[in-house]
Structure formats: C-alpha cells, structure tokens
C-alpha cells in the first residue's frame, strides 16, 4: 500500500498498530484515547506532520525522531518530560506542546534552528533554558498560563518575533534585553507579579548606527 495521508483523528483509539508505511507523510491522529505511542512510528522515516493532540499520552518514545518533520502537534495531553530524540527533529518549523505538564525544556531546543512558531502554553514551566536565544527565525512564541519567574536574557536573540504572549505567569520583570524585540506589535503581561513599569526604547537600525 502506497499511502501518503492518514486521517484517524475523532475516533475512540487506545493503541496504534505496529506498522506505518514508510511512504506516510501526513499522520493524525488528535482527539483520541491514546495512552502510549508506539516506538516503530519512527519506521514512518517520510513523516513531515504528525498530529496527536487530545490524547491521554503520558510519555513519548526514546526513538522518537523524524529526520522530515516539519510539524508536531503534542497539545492537550499529559505530558511531564519531552525524549531528547524530539529535539533531533530538526526540520520543525511548528512546535504545540501547549496544555500539558511540562516543567522543563532542555537546553537541546537550541538545535531546532527552524523553528517558526513554539507553543508551551498551558504548563508549568519556571523558565526557559538559553539555547531558546538559538532559535532566531520564530515569529511567535506562545508562553501564557505557566509559572514563568523570569526570561533568559538570550531571548533579545528573537529579533523576528512578532507575538509573545505572557499573561499569567510569575513574572516580577523583563530583561533589558526585551527592548531588542523590535517586531512584537503587542506584549500581554496581565496577570503577573511586575512590580514597576518597564519604558522600552526600541532598538532601530538606525540607532545602532
């Protein structure tokens, strides 16, 4: 069978099967009562997106890595730890690991250079590692609803990024670095802990020079 697209997603699934074709590209697999995924989905070596939102998935596989994709949907599941093998997935450019219970990111998401848009909203991050500054080209950065204390000053490294939204977090304030953001055409800090007003100056190109 020469199949490309699977669309599974909305059905009462507890288990995948064993075998993926390795012509499969699209797999979806959202809204589900999956527990676990298997470890020979990675035999699915041409998958460029994989859904898998709205599961009860608890872990992913340690051999959970795709050379070709681009997009990973992990949201609304019950997530603690990501496998380091996620982060070798360096083809991503759309990242949602939103509405788990993720406490930490390794520094090894410094290696998904082509990262677009990262969604970790919704868990219970206290902050982020410094590899983030490595992740030059997103555009949006989701980090609302987590337990945020502070943000790594590499983070001023960002300078494509667009939207970043903040709100309800433990923040207390913003590194100086925040200024060189210059493309953020909103910042939502509702809900945090910021004690004084911060006045950014953006920084141009022209008064860099």
């Known amino acids: 069978m020469h199949l490309t ?13 064993a075998l993926f074709s390795h ?27 994989l859904e898998l939102q709205h599961n009860f998935i608890t872990e992913l596989p340690s051999s959970f890595e795709f050379r070709r994709l681009g997009k990973l949907v992990l949201a609304y599941n019950q997530l603690r730890t990501l496998p380091l093998a996620v ?27 082509n990262l677009r848009y990262l969604n970790a909203s919704s868990n219970l991050l206290k902050g982020l590692p410094a590899g983030i500054g490595q992740l030059t080209l997103l555009s949006e950065l989701v980090l ?6 502070s943000l790594h000053s590499n983070i001023g490294k960002l300078e ?16 100086d670095e925040f200024c060189k953001l210059t493309r953020l055409d909103e910042i939502n800090l509702a809900f945090n802990q910021i004690g004084r007003a911060h006045v950014w ?9």
């Open 23 to 49: 012509n499969l590209s699209i797999l979806r697999l959202g809204r589900n009562q999956l527990l676990t995924v298997p470890s020979t989905l990675s035999r699915a070596t041409a998958l460029q997106e």
């Open 160 to 175: 494509l990024l667009a939207k970043m939204p903040l709100f309800n977090n433990c923040l207390e304030e913003l590194p």
């Open 87 to 113: 982060f070798d997935c360096r083809q991503l450019t759309h990242f949602d690991l939103s509405k788990n219970y993720i406490t930490n990111v390794s520094e090894a998401i410094s290696q998904l250079t």
């Open 201 to 209: 100056t953006p920084v141009t190109r022209s008064s860099r020079m």
């Open 144 to 149: 609302d609803h987590n337990r945020l204390t």
């Open 5 to 17: 697209r699977l669309d599974i997603s909305g059905n009462l699934l507890r288990a995948l099967p």
